[in-house]
């Protein structure tokens, strides 16, 4: 079942969306591109693009499009960027009709396909968007070798926003998932409890590989810093 974000948007941005930690992601993927060949001014497509946290480091350099499957979410990000195109689509099954120089989906969000059929129908679909030559750049949430248990604890503190985050992040299944939201959202309103659960897909180094090579991508390169959370699987088309 799809996690929404209705409530989450309302203050994603807010709470998730640091500039330091997105400019810095968001400068390595740009680099990670000009070296595999993908030149100023081409056609990106971020994926799962939320409320386009990483758009403003894209926009100048790239004729950049996005998708996502909240509508919630989307209305942010088309509200922030309004010259720009932003789709409503499942990374398992979007078709646009148009294809890219570069496809992206930071931030581990390609785990929300959670099965590992739908990560083979996801990068189906991401190399049926490329050119030949393009090149897809997917962080993984984190892969089932790397995961562990955690509890992430966080806050965010504006002067008419405050919100204290701790999320759950525990194994429910053998390769899924859940993490446990619990955020406190303080505004002049007063303080509200949001509490959610969502579900995330657990897969192999392997399984990100193969999913990758069987749809066309050949994987060029894995990028193991830490200024891309979770490092990325690049893959170009052949
Ligand atoms: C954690 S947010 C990350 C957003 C953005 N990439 C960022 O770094 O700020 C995950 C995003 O994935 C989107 N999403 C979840 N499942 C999806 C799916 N199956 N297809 C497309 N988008 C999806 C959610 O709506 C949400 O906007």
């Known amino acids: 079942m799809y996690s929404d974000f209705k409530t989450i948007s309302t203050y994603y ?28 001014q081409s056609e990106l497509l971020v994926l799962a ?7 403003p480091y894209f ?17 942010l990000a ?23 120089d570069a496809i992206v989906c930071l931030y581990g969000s390609i785990g929300f396909v959670k099965t590992l059929d739908n ?5 189906q679909r991401i190399a049926a968007h490329l050119r030949p030559d393009g090149l ?8 089932l ?3 562990k248990d955690e509890i992430v604890v966080d806050a965010t503190n504006k002067p008419d926003l405050k919100i204290a985050r701790m999320e759950e992040v525990r194994l429910k299944e053998p390769k899924i998932v859940e993490v446990r939201f619990h955020h406190l959202i303080g505004s002049d309103d007063g303080v509200a409890y949001h509490e959610q659960s969502i579900e995330i897909g657990l897969f192999s180094h ?11 991508l050949e994987v060029i390169e894995e990028y193991g810093g830490n200024d891309v959370r979770g490092g990325a699987f690049i893959g170009k088309r052949h």
């Open 49 to 55: 693009c939320g409320t386009g946290g990483h758009i």
């Open 136 to 143: 897809a750049l997917i962080t993984p949430w984190s892969t």
């Open 119 to 123: 990560l083979r129908a996801a990068m």
């Open 13 to 40: 941005d807010a709470l998730y969306v640091k500039d330091e930690e997105y400019s810095l992601e968001a400068a390595k993927v740009k680099e990670l591109l000009i070296k595999h060949g993908v030149r100023s």
């Open 206 to 216: 392997e399984e990100y590989l193969s999913s990758m090579s069987d749809s066309g």
């Open 145 to 147: 070798e790397d995961f």
């Open 78 to 100: 088309r509200k922030k960027f309004p010259g720009l195109e932003f789709h409503s689509g499942n990374l398992i099954d979007f078709d646009l009709d148009r294809d890219f």
């Open 59 to 75: 926009k100048d350099d790239y004729h950049v499009s996005g998708l996502d499957l909240s509508e919630d979410m989307l209305a």
